[in-house]
């Protein structure tokens, strides 16, 4: 496969990875919102002990998991833009669908 072929596919893996990554991390944060109010009524409605223990440990780990998902979006999102950057210089690719693509990505993930 020539260099240019390999790019492409590290392009087209790489983008898709961003995403997916990107998507989980958000869901991660929204998890942590939902457990935040569901904590905050299970105190002001002075609910059982095991509930907010549970509710808590629950919260720390999407903490734990927004952490996680954070340093891994931030390590794809450099392999990316690395290749992003060889790709431009790559006549061949100037101009193609996975560069396009790629470059969508790192804009959509970087909002």
């Known amino acids: 496969m020539s ?8 392009l087209r893996i790489k ?3 961003a995403k997916r ?12 919102e939902d457990l935040k109010r569901k904590l905050d009524k299970f105190v002001a409605e002075k609910a059982e002990d ?13 903490g734990k998991m927004i952490t996680d998902s954070a340093e891994r979006l931030g390590g794809v999102m450099q392999e990316l833009r690395d290749l992003v950057l060889a790709a431009e210089h790559d006549p061949e690719l100037a101009e193609d669908e996975e560069l396009m693509k790629a470059r969508e990505a790192l804009e959509e993930v970087s909002v």
Do not use: V
């Open 3 to 10: 260099d240019a072929a390999t790019l492409r596919k590290q």
């Open 15 to 17: 983008s898709g990875s």
């Open 21 to 32: 990554l990107y998507k989980e991390h958000r869901l991660y944060q929204k998890e942590e």
């Open 50 to 62: 095991w509930d907010i223990k549970n509710t808590r440990r629950m919260l720390e780990e999407s």
